[in-house]
């Protein structure tokens, strides 16, 4: 029999197994020959409930986590039946049962596979290998009219649009069963009768003998983009990847409209877009995909702006749009606002998922400039103003943007002097043990105080250290000073502590990197172990196979490593098994959504369910309220930090909050 079966006497004493339950449980005869049948359970309550409900019924039948002889334990389905052997007084016991823990994981995979396809925003259908509807995912409902229930064993022609003639139908399936796939655009039609255009995937699923089982569409409505599309034909000269408005073209429709703006006294606003670290996903990924990206980037503009106003790209990621006739500096930011909610949104590319974000200069006609020139030079400006504050925001042009640079300059002079004079120091933020609620880390966060210019932003100095090379030495003094109050920590009576420690991609990249901080751990006689690295995904993801050689030097040194801000950069999982990682470290924009936005706590379900199965380690940051944190230890997530428990402290204060932190305090 497949099945494991043990004989158990009266006592619950093993007396015999066959083959099966010798394999399952790794025990052999002389092993297992009386022992009690308790010692496989896991959890020594299973075993006695089991016992009461044999004693009780006779019987027990169900599922049970056991352990095999080597200690490792598994999920059992199980089934025990009491009998008695003719002319004997006592009753004995047989147990049948399965080894089910790949039924488990299988369960547990289709459940997430389930939840992805429930919160992706593309429409998905899968038939059978006859073409019948057997499933569609709620994007699909939304977008055709039709529930579930309507089209489950229909055939997808319910959906065709009358449009597209036969021979249209019959060249795809011929692709389609030539090469597996068909891509491109599609017009079908909704419950309600309209119709709308879609770009539409089509392949077919093979068994291992290479017979279709089903078919799989995925497609996203392109309405909007067909109308942008429309529009862009009027136009004479347009740029030949994006088909908005080229530098040309911008010229001379906003000649036209300055001129229109000082014959009626109206006000005009230009608006420069500049995409934040789009060279590391060209780097990364392959121009390829910055072209694929950058049209989807002038799509999601143009369903933002009115048939008034004008698109237009400069070159590489630069784009304009010139809003004329606005009756308030307002509108200009409102529409500002919307491009960078928009484009905050995740791009599809090849089924790559990628995330970019903006930055955005606004300059006004006639506050800002007269000419042509004078209007995109200050909006330029303002851009880099956005970029310089960190990205992933809009600045409006002002004359201080001019002493702006003055600063700078002034900045960057003391910068250069912050450490002989002692005015870069480090905080410390403390981590938390969702399961104990102790403190078991710190991560050390730098901060600069100038006597002149006050405390300055970390978002303000660090891209000024990047920028001017300053970044290595302060990069080093860091990494010692942290080694050096870790190892004071550890002295004074903590010395299972962790410190985490962000690294720069800059020093990172440095040739000499791990010898360098080989040299800090010798000099600071600290312990590697309790030394976890953060970083992340942009750093290590364009030059992987150097990554990779170095992260490992890094774990033999006995550093242990996490990736900071996980799910906001490339989003490539691949790199999760290819990298020596301990840590995820999910990023804060998704725990401050998890009380509003269900998307964000499928997707933090999501990453931690993934890294448990990787064997990761999962820490979440910005947890700033109870409800934030009740949720993430419910889902399991391993560490918690954020300013529900404590804000980053001197080290002075860091050691006053051990002696006085109460683990009560947090449930």
């Known amino acids: 029999?497949?099945?494991?079966?043990?004989?158990?006497?009266?006592?619950?004493?093993?007396?015999?197994?066959?083959?099966?339950?010798?394999?399952?449980?790794?025990?052999?005869?002389?092993?297992?020959?009386?022992?009690?049948?308790?010692?496989?359970?896991?959890?020594?309550?299973?075993?006695?409930?089991?016992?009461?409900?044999?004693?009780?019924?006779?019987?027990?039948?169900?599922?049970?986590?056991?352990?095999r002889k080597n200690g490792e334990l598994y999920t059992e389905w199980m089934m025990i039946r009491t009998f008695t052997e003719e002319g004997a007084d006592d009753s004995q016991y047989i147990v049948i049962f399965n080894d089910y823990t790949q039924q488990k994981i299988s369960q547990n995979e289709k459940k997430l596979a389930e939840k992805v396809l429930e919160n992706t925003s593309e429409g998905v259908?899968?038939?059978?290998?006859?073409?019948?509807?057997?499933?569609?995912?709620?994007?699909?409902?939304?977008?055709?009219?039709?529930?579930?229930?309507?089209?489950?064993?229909?055939?997808?022609?319910?959906?065709?649009?009358?449009?597209?003639?036969?021979?249209?139908?019959?060249?795809?399936?011929?692709?389609?069963?030539?090469?597996?796939?068909?891509?491109?655009?599609?017009?079908?039609k909704r419950k309600s009768g309209e119709v709308f255009p879609e770009w539409i995937t089509i392949s077919s699923i093979k068994d291992d003998h290479g017979n279709i089982n089903n078919f799989v569409a995925v497609f996203t409505d392109i309405t909007d983009r067909k109308h942008a599309e429309d529009q862009l034909r009027y136009l004479a000269h347009h740029d030949s990847l994006t088909g908005v408005a080229n530098r040309y073209s911008l010229n001379k429709r906003l000649e036209g409209l300055l001129h229109t703006a000082q014959k009626y006294k109206q006000l005009l606003a230009i608006l420069f877009l500049d995409l934040d670290r789009f060279k590391q996903i060209n780097d990364t990924l392959g121009h390829n995909y910055g072209d694929m990206l950058l049209k989807n980037v002038?799509?999601?503009?143009?369903?933002?702006?009115?048939?008034?106003?004008?698109?237009?790209?400069?070159?590489?990621?630069?784009?304009?749009?010139?809003?004329?006739?606005?009756?308030?500096?307002?509108?200009?930011?409102?529409?500002?606002?919307?491009?960078?909610?928009?484009?905050?949104?995740?791009?599809?590319?090849?089924?790559?998922?990628?995330?970019?974000?903006?930055?955005?200069?606004?300059?006004l006609y006639p506050l800002d400039g007269n000419n042509i020139e004078s209007l995109l030079r200050n909006a330029d400006k303002a851009m880099y103003e956005a970029k310089y504050s960190g990205r992933n925001q809009y600045e409006l042009y002002h004359t201080e943007m001019h002493r702006n640079e003055s600063k700078k300059m002034i900045m960057e002079n003391n910068l250069r002097r912050a450490l002989e004079r002692n005015e870069i120091y480090l905080v410390y933020h403390p981590v938390m043990d969702a399961n104990t609620n102790e403190i078991v880390s710190v991560e050390a966060l730098v901060r600069w105080k100038?006597?002149?210019?006050?405390?300055?932003?970390?978002?303000?100095?660090?891209?000024?250290?990047?920028?001017?090379?300053?970044?290595?030495?302060?990069s080093e003094w860091i990494i010692q000073k942290a080694c050096e109050d870790l190892k004071m920590i550890h002295l004074q009576g903590k010395?299972?502590?962790?410190?985490?420690?962000?690294?720069?991609?800059?020093?990172?990249?440095?040739?000499?990197?791990?010898?360098?901080?080989?040299?800090?751990?010798?000099?600071?006689?600290?312990?590697?172990?309790?030394?976890?690295?953060?970083?992340?995904?942009?750093?290590?993801?364009?030059?992987?196979?150097?990554?990779?050689?170095?992260?490992?030097?890094?774990?033999?040194?006995?550093?242990?490593?996490?990736?900071?801000?996980?799910g906001t950069g490339y989003s490539s999982l691949s790199y999760l098994?290819?990298?020596?990682?301990?840590?995820?470290?999910?990023?804060?924009?998704?725990?401050?959504?998890?009380?509003?936005?269900?998307?964000?706590?499928?997707?933090?379900?999501?990453?931690?369910?993934?890294?448990?199965?990787?064997?990761l380690k999962v820490i979440a940051e910005g947890?700033?309220?109870?409800?934030?944190?009740?949720?993430?230890?419910?889902?399991?997530?391993?560490?918690?930090?954020?300013?529900?428990?404590?804000?980053?402290l001197p080290f002075h204060k860091l050691i006053t909050f051990f002696e006085s932190w109460d683990q009560e305090f947090i449930k």
């Open 125 to 188: 259908m899968i038939t059978d290998k006859n073409s019948r509807i057997i499933s569609v995912n709620p994007a699909f409902e939304i977008v055709t009219g039709y529930s579930n229930e309507e089209v489950v064993g229909k055939n997808p022609n319910i959906l065709q649009s009358g449009i597209h003639d036969v021979l249209f139908y019959k060249n795809m399936w011929e692709q389609i069963e030539d090469i597996g796939y068909w891509k491109g655009e599609i017009w079908n």
């Open 623 to 648: 947890v700033e309220n109870k409800k934030q944190y009740e949720f993430l230890k419910k889902e399991n997530c391993d560490y918690i930090q954020g300013f529900y428990f404590s804000k980053p």
């Open 577 to 615: 098994n290819r990298f020596p990682l301990d840590i995820l470290k999910i990023d804060k924009s998704f725990v401050s959504g998890l009380l509003n936005y269900k998307e964000d706590c499928s997707i933090v379900e999501a990453i931690i369910t993934m890294a448990h199965r990787l064997h």
């Open 1 to 67: 029999m497949q099945e494991g079966i043990i004989l158990l006497n009266k006592d619950f004493n093993i007396m015999s197994l066959n083959p099966a339950a010798k394999k399952i449980t790794l025990f052999k005869d002389e092993d297992a020959d009386g022992i009690d049948f308790a010692s496989l359970f896991n959890r020594m309550n299973d075993f006695l409930t089991i016992k009461y409900i044999l004693l009780e019924m006779g019987n027990w039948e169900g599922e049970v986590q056991k352990k």
């Open 495 to 566: 010395p299972k502590l962790r410190m985490s420690i962000n690294i720069s991609a800059i020093h990172f990249n440095q040739e000499n990197f791990v010898k360098s901080i080989d040299d800090i751990i010798q000099k600071t006689n600290v312990n590697p172990n309790y030394i976890n690295f953060e970083l992340t995904e942009s750093m290590i993801m364009p030059k992987a196979n150097e990554s990779v050689d170095k992260l490992v030097k890094l774990k033999q040194l006995g550093i242990k490593l996490s990736i900071d801000d996980f």
């Open 298 to 363: 002038s799509s999601r503009l143009k369903g933002i702006i009115k048939n008034k106003d004008m698109i237009a790209r400069l070159g590489g990621d630069e784009f304009v749009i010139v809003l004329p006739n606005i009756k308030h500096p307002k509108e200009a930011v409102h529409i500002a606002e919307g491009i960078i909610e928009a484009l905050s949104k995740s791009f599809l590319l090849n089924n790559q998922e990628v995330f970019v974000t903006t930055s955005i200069g606004i300059s």
């Open 450 to 474: 100038q006597k002149q210019l006050g405390v300055i932003s970390p978002s303000e100095f660090i891209p000024l250290a990047e920028e001017s090379g300053l970044i290595i030495p302060i």
